[in-house]
């Protein structure tokens, strides 16, 4: 039952925020979502005919279920129904053998792991004193003020939003200067804020969260971490609660306070209009705005969320 | 004999050992007319350190900047960009300002003179010379600071990080002048990074990644240009060393199922796509191309 409202959450996350954001309309025109609540159900056509969904993978019987039950993939399509993709994008839940996700341009898949949605459940969301920790390493688990919910949306939302940068980069042919990696947590952080001060505040708390337990879980850095083609954890979750302190300081500057050291505050503004330019200038010619405007309806933290 | 030209004029700057390789005559009026086109402004502050005096003699002596102007001519900007030398008062780097001019700070060449070998140096299996080892880095840090403010300039669309995407656009630049000039820049970065990046404080939450990440960033992007010619970073028959790329990055950067996504293609695409089709001279290009820049005499 544990589980299933946090896969609940989970789809919430990766579909609302995610997808929908890629279109965000509302962060040009400087407009606030609309804040009516449509369920499900409710909601308007939200087909993206070029969005395929599956779910695959038995080692996680129940979670696959649970995610299958919950839809969360069909919201995925629902969310992604304002882009004009120019090929067929293919998002999967699956068992991968190792805590992952990715984005496999050579099919064009989104492969979301049934392990990475278990270890966000069992380590990252879970509350420092119940999980075994070794007395050297640093702590893993929640951090402070981070509640299971919010690690938990946050995260998946976040890993979701990050490989969907991805596929959209690779789909759209959209030239990227700075690396991979960094840019799709840019845009998995730029569509976070896009949806009201309280979802955003959920959604960057979960994402350093995990960030901050990948850092931990890899505490010595090795040569190989440093060459690694991602940045290190803890840059990765520095680069967006920056973002969204650059965005909104009052609605960030405890999260700042509590996270953010003071030398990389002055730039975060900067850094926030910079990733507004690239989405304007490389995203938004893709998204079509009337159907922005019917996914914008739909309801991205439901009264759940806040009781896990 | 057209070689040098601007890099070369700059390791002549930097190295008296260069000082046979001066341009002719007809180089220089080539270059004269490639600067009176370019949209790059530069100047020679005067450093108050005597120290540091020699330096900025050398750079003025031998027009250095004069020729990163000409080299960087068919740069089309909406405003002229200022590059300037000067003292930095002790730091080896200004923190970035968008509205300030690129400034290369004497300190930064006197630690690049301070890392350079006397003689012969090693990075991991390539062999560096001290005039590669001071040219490299000295061209690559100009290059990327020149980037940094083409990139606000310019209002490009940036998705990561922008300090990283001025590094990729400067190594894209050095491995696409020439296959010699690249080859001593890229060596001699190599050099420079792995040499000052052992004293270089892990800071996680600063903007610009650590120099080691930033030297197995140049890496890729040179392995993914040219297999074979940087081949020896690459751990191959042979233990891994600590400047080796690691097999953990070299998929990345090869790409081999699908070459289009390595690294260096990536900023390659990014670079035709986002200036070289919008804010590039081409027949202006064609001719600085024309030019060896950076040839052993």
Redesign the interface.
């Known amino acids: 039952m544990k589980i299933l409202t946090n896969a609940a959450i989970a789809a919430t996350a990766i579909s609302a925020v995610a997808f929908a954001s890629l279109a965000v309309d509302a962060v040009l025109a400087q407009t606030k979502p609309d804040q009516s609540i449509v369920t499900k159900e409710q909601a308007p056509e939200l087909k993206n005919s070029n969005v395929v969904t599956r779910y695959t993978g038995w080692k996680y019987q129940a979670l696959y279920e649970r995610v299958k039950k919950r839809a969360v993939l069909e919201e995925i399509s629902e969310f992604l129904s304002p882009l004009k993709l120019k090929k067929k994008l293919i998002f999967e839940t699956t068992s991968c053998g190792v805590v992952n996700a990715f984005y496999d341009p050579t099919d064009q898949t989104v492969h979301l792991c049934y392990e990475m949605l278990d270890w966000i459940e069992n380590v990252a969301a879970v509350s420092p004193d119940k999980l075994k920790q070794s007395p050297d390493a640093p702590p893993r688990g929640l951090l402070p003020g981070v509640t299971r919910a919010e690690a938990i949306v946050g995260a998946i939302g976040g890993v979701a939003l990050h490989e969907t940068g991805h596929a959209v980069f690779d789909i759209q042919q959209i030239p990227r200067l700075g690396r991979e990696e960094d840019a799709a947590d840019m845009v998995a952080g730029f569509v976070m804020l896009q949806f009201g001060s309280e979802v955003a505040r959920v959604m960057i708390k979960g994402m350093f969260n995990v960030t901050h337990n990948w850092q931990a879980e890899t505490p010595n850095i090795s040569v190989a971490l440093l060459a690694d083609s991602h940045s290190l954890a803890l840059q990765r979750g520095f680069a967006i609660l920056c973002l969204a302190y650059g965005k909104e300081p009052d609605t960030f500057k405890d999260l700042a306070q509590a996270w953010l050291p003071p030398a990389r505050q002055p730039s975060c503004a900067r850094e926030y209009r910079q990733a507004e330019n690239a989405f304007r200038k490389t995203i938004l010619p893709y998204v079509d705005q009337a159907q922005m405007k019917k996914v914008r309806q739909m309801q991205i933290l439901r009264p759940d969320d806040s009781k896990l | 004999m057209r070689t040098f030209q601007c890099v070369a004029a700059i390791a002549f700057g930097l190295s008296s050992s260069l000082l046979a390789s001066i341009a002719s005559a007809q180089d220089s009026d080539t270059l004269k007319a490639l600067r009176d086109k370019s949209m790059i402004k530069v100047e020679y502050k005067a450093p108050t350190d005597k120290n540091l005096e020699p330096i900025y003699q050398r750079l003025k002596t031998r027009a250095v900047l004069e020729r990163m102007q000409a080299f960087l001519s068919p740069l089309r900007l909406p405003q002229p960009l200022n590059i300037i030398t000067a003292q930095c008062g002790g730091q080896i780097e200004l923190p970035y300002q968008p509205d300030a001019p690129v400034t290369i700070c004497y300190e930064y060449i006197a630690l690049i003179e301070q890392a350079a070998p006397a003689g012969l140096g090693t990075v991991g299996q390539a062999i560096v010379t001290r005039d590669i080892a001071l040219v490299g880095p000295f061209v690559q840090f100009t290059l990327r600071n020149v980037a940094r403010h083409i990139?606000d300039m310019l209002?490009?669309?940036?998705?990561?990080?922008?300090e990283?995407?001025a590094d990729?656009?400067a190594a894209f630049i050095m491995l696409e002048v020439s296959p010699q000039v690249a080859q001593k820049t890229i060596f001699g970065t190599a050099y420079f990074f792995a040499k000052t990046g052992q004293s270089e404080k892990?800071?996680?939450?600063?903007?610009r990644?650590?120099i080691?990440?930033r030297y197995?960033?140049l890496l890729?992007i040179a392995v993914g240009s040219d297999l074979v010619r940087y081949s020896v970073f690459l751990p191959v028959d042979r233990q891994e060393g600590?400047v080796d790329?690691?097999k953990?990055?070299i998929g990345?950067c090869l790409q081999l199922?699908?070459p289009e996504?390595n690294?260096y293609n990536?900023?390659k695409?990014?670079f035709h796509?986002?200036i070289r089709d919008k804010h590039v001279d081409l027949p202006l290009l064609k001719q600085v191309r024309t030019i060896e820049w950076l040839a052993d005499d």
């Open positions: 990139i209002e490009l669309p940036v998705w990561g990080n922008a990283d995407a990729s656009l892990l800071d996680l939450a600063a903007i990644p650590h080691a990440q197995f960033n890729c600590p790329l690691p953990n990055r990345h199922a699908a996504h690294e990536q900023i695409y990014a796509q986002l």
